[in-house]
């Protein structure tokens, strides 16, 4: 399975309408975004619950004092959240390219359209002439669950009419919200989504320092409780799918795949992305963080490893590796100088309409929600 990790992001501004209609213009099984809260209850699609690093909101003066500082998961963070504005307020802002050192091209795409809710991406969805799978990432869970904004309810809530078994894929850090979400009735996989290090946010909430780690989740014991507990998958960092010979070579280290596919575990990893700032050293060339290295080298040896599925920022790249062509027929085609990368092509302010034409309702009431108030 291909999945576009936030869309085309390594094309388009990262949850954008153009990253997601790119994404699917290149053939993706799937797309992924991340889901958090606005502060009257609507489910938007952002990186993270802060967001002046994928908005436009640090040259708003309108909302200069909404600038702020808080602790998600155990990190002080400062900047505007999510759940301090409305999505009245959240939908006048425009998305911008989070990595624009990295991206240039991308970048040029900046403040031309708006911010998503989960509900426009199911449209979008919808709109398509193939099935699309979605697979939605619950960000901070455990967070915005003690500022009064229970992800869960809200996601089930806006799914539970959309959702079936084989269009759904739900992931995040924390088991604990997966289990509640299925416990609301709502069908689909549940994946357990698993850093290289730390231990997951609910976790440490509940247990401090003792707090399982992620390495105790997928030792052979942990897979075998995690797929016991009613989790179908697992989503691990590449880094964990890689080491490197004496000579310092990469190589693949298939153990992680080996060890869930013995418990009947599918096993997806994260992310492929082309340019040298992402690469594992022995696949780096050039001294450009922005360049492409050799990408093509990467891809192969993970998916060598037998994983199931990939989230990347460049589809058409990973189908170029893996010999299908996708809906473009050109494998590798964004990767030529300004291909699709200039005003008017796929993406382009205007070019594939306005939110309007969605025909998004509304959000639902939810004066029954009292507002109190990781590393993909």
């Not at 904004?149 to 084989?166: S, T």
């Amino acid at each position: 399975m291909v999945i576009g990790h936030r869309g085309a992001s390594g094309y388009r501004p990262e949850h954008s309408r153009a990253a997601f209609e790119l994404a699917f213009a290149l053939g993706v099984d799937a797309v992924e975004p991340d889901l958090v809260a606005s502060k009257d209850g609507v489910l938007v699609i952002r990186h993270e619950n802060e967001i002046s690093g994928t908005t436009d909101v640090a040259e708003r003066a309108e909302f200069a004092g909404k600038r702020t500082t808080k602790r998600v998961d155990g990190i002080a963070i400062t900047g505007w959240f999510t759940e301090d504005f409305t999505w009245q307020e959240l939908s006048t802002l425009r998305v911008i390219e989070r990595l624009p050192e990295v991206r240039h091209a991308s970048a040029s795409f900046d403040a031309s359209q708006p911010m998503l809710r989960l509900r426009d991406l199911l449209h979008l969805i919808d709109a398509q002439p193939r099935p699309i799978i979605l697979v939605a990432e619950i960000k901070h869970p455990t967070y915005f669950a003690s500022i009064g904004l229970p992800l869960d309810e809200l996601f089930a809530r806006e799914i539970a009419d959309w959702a079936r078994d084989d269009n759904l894929i739900v992931e995040s850090f924390e088991q604990s919200v997966l289990e509640r979400i299925r416990h609301r009735g709502i069908p689909g996989r549940l994946v357990f989504l698993a850093e290289a290090s730390g231990s997951p946010p609910d976790l440490v909430a509940e247990f401090g320092d003792a707090a399982p780690t992620y390495d105790e989740h997928l030792s052979g014991a942990g897979l075998a409780r995690l797929a016991a507990g009613g989790i179908d998958g697992v989503s691990v960092d590449k880094r964990m799918l890689m080491t490197t010979d004496a000579a310092g070579s990469p190589l693949a280290a298939p153990s992680i795949v080996e060890r869930a596919h013995a418990v009947g575990l599918t096993v997806f990893c994260w992310t492929l992305r082309a340019e040298n700032r992402f690469l594992a050293p022995g696949f780096r060339s050039g001294n450009s963080p922005s360049e492409f290295g050799d990408w093509r080298g990467e891809f192969q040896l993970l998916l060598g490893t037998g994983i199931d599925g990939v989230f990347t920022d460049q589809p058409d790249l990973v189908f170029d590796v893996l010999g299908s062509p996708g809906a473009l027929n050109s494998p590798g085609a964004l990767n030529s100088p300004g291909a699709l990368n200039s005003p008017g092509a796929l993406g382009s302010p205007g070019a594939l309409g306005s939110l309007d034409a969605l025909g998004a309702s509304e959000p639902p009431a939810t004066s029954a929600l009292q507002p109190r108030i990781n590393g993909r």
